[in-house]
């Protein structure tokens, strides 16, 4: 099938308020969708639309949803999006497609996006999919982003992306698999926001592995992304994958976030996450090349960073690897983070006026081992000073640069705290 220049989206199809949804198992195969919302009103002029364009996403699709081996070009407002509060997907299979917008596009229009929320009785799920070797170029906005998290009222039901294992070496069934998708925005002409991203904010659960990915370049925005905000549970493998996002603005290479959230002016902040990232080929980051970033909350974060190659950055970047517990050190929080960091390449940062930063930072913002705790696993002595932390983490990652100045002769530095903890991984 092929369906040229219409005026508002190629296939657009919506719920109502009711139980009934507005459509049941869905699938669109080999065939072309170009210059869909041609009269150029909404950035929800997609390809193919499952979404409410006159107000609140409501049951749009259960079942399953088949999208494979098509061509998605030149869209206003992108290729394919799904936005929903209710119903569940079972099953999403996005595979082989060719998705590309016209660099003169203005509107921020992404390549596939998925928003899975929820109201206060109801939420959307997403129980398993594959989105794998897809080809998205030019995107305005986003390569492939699936975004969750119901936040219409504090204790609403939880949103699905998967169902959280728990462990990112073993996934189980219901989870979600990006892989071998090569995203690329035009080099004049960058993508506005990220490239992969997957996480959720509020209520939620997500499994997901982001893998072997070729190619992630020309944005604005991370390269990858994962995160959970407010009581979200995320698993998360991030393997195998190369990104040059060529970014600006500080953004950085991939980000890792857990942090609070914000409900009805209820602070709702026991974010848990646990992921492996490992394998990964990190180039042309303006931030951090890999930040995992523990914010102020009482959550959770397990990170094992391991056998990763991180390039130089801009010459505005700031270090290779950032893992941190803590942003503002906010006695009212006190988050726990673990994290194994092993057998990295890190190339040193320029860091303006202070010299060249280590391979690795280590930003601690608390000087107490029972407060915005940072273990590392298998440090010792525990509690450890910052200056045996360094020792510790900077011999487990010989292929680490060391900097200057402050940073002379680290491969790895602690730029804030001491009393570093020993901790253990549950994977």
Do not use: W
């Amino acid at each position: 099938m092929t369906i040229t220049a219409t005026n508002n989206a190629g296939i657009y199809a919506t719920g109502t308020t009711g139980s009934e949804a507005g459509v049941t198992n869905f699938s669109f195969t080999n065939g072309e969708i170009s210059s869909a919302g041609d009269g150029g009103g909404l950035n929800t002029d997609n390809g193919i639309s499952f979404n409410n364009q006159a107000g609140a996403n409501t049951k749009n699709i259960d079942g399953t949803l088949t999208v494979t081996n098509d061509k998605l070009l030149g869209n206003f407002g992108g290729g394919l999006t799904v936005a929903q509060n209710d119903g569940t997907i079972s099953n999403a299979t996005v595979n082989n497609n060719l998705i590309t917008q016209a660099t003169s596009d203005s509107i921020d229009a992404g390549g596939v996006q998925f928003s899975i929320e929820g109201t206060a009785g109801a939420a959307a799920g997403l129980t398993k999919g594959t989105f794998t070797n897809n080809t998205i170029n030019n995107s305005r906005d986003n390569g492939i982003v699936l975004g969750g998290g119901n936040t219409a009222a504090v204790g609403a039901p939880a949103t699905t992306i998967g169902t959280s294992s728990g462990n990112p070496t073993a996934l189980g069934t219901n989870k979600v698999t990006i892989s071998s998708n090569t995203i690329a925005g035009d080099p004049a002409n960058k993508m506005n926001t990220d490239g992969i991203l997957v996480g959720s904010s509020g209520f939620g659960s997500v499994n997901a592995e982001i893998i072997n990915n070729p190619t992630i370049t020309n944005l604005k925005g991370q390269a990858l992304g994962i995160g959970t905000a407010g009581a979200v549970t995320g698993t998360f493998s991030v393997t195998g994958n190369t990104a040059n996002p060529s970014n600006i603005l500080g953004s950085d290479g991939f980000g890792i976030n857990t942090d609070k959230r914000t409900i009805s002016a209820t602070t709702v902040a026991t974010p848990t996450l646990n992921a492996v990232v490992s394998g990964n080929t990190i180039s042309g980051y303006d931030g951090y090349g890999i930040h995992s970033l523990v914010r102020d909350h009482n959550g959770t974060a397990r990170v094992r960073i391991a056998n990763n190659t991180v390039n130089a950055g801009t010459a505005t970047s700031t270090a290779s690897i950032e893992a941190s517990s803590g942003s503002s050190g906010n006695a009212s929080f006190n988050p726990t983070a673990c994290y194994d960091i092993t057998g990295n390449t890190a190339a040193q940062g320029p860091n303006g006026g202070a010299g060249n930063t280590s391979g690795i930072l280590m930003d601690k913002l608390s000087s107490s081992s029972t407060t915005y705790i940072f273990g590392i696993v298998g440090l010792s002595p525990s509690p450890a000073t910052a200056a045996q932390a360094e020792s510790f983490v900077g011999g487990n990652n010989p292929a680490s640069a060391t900097g200057t100045s402050f940073y002379a002769g680290k491969r790895a530095s602690a730029d804030n705290g001491t009393n570093f903890t020993s901790c253990t991984l549950p994977f």
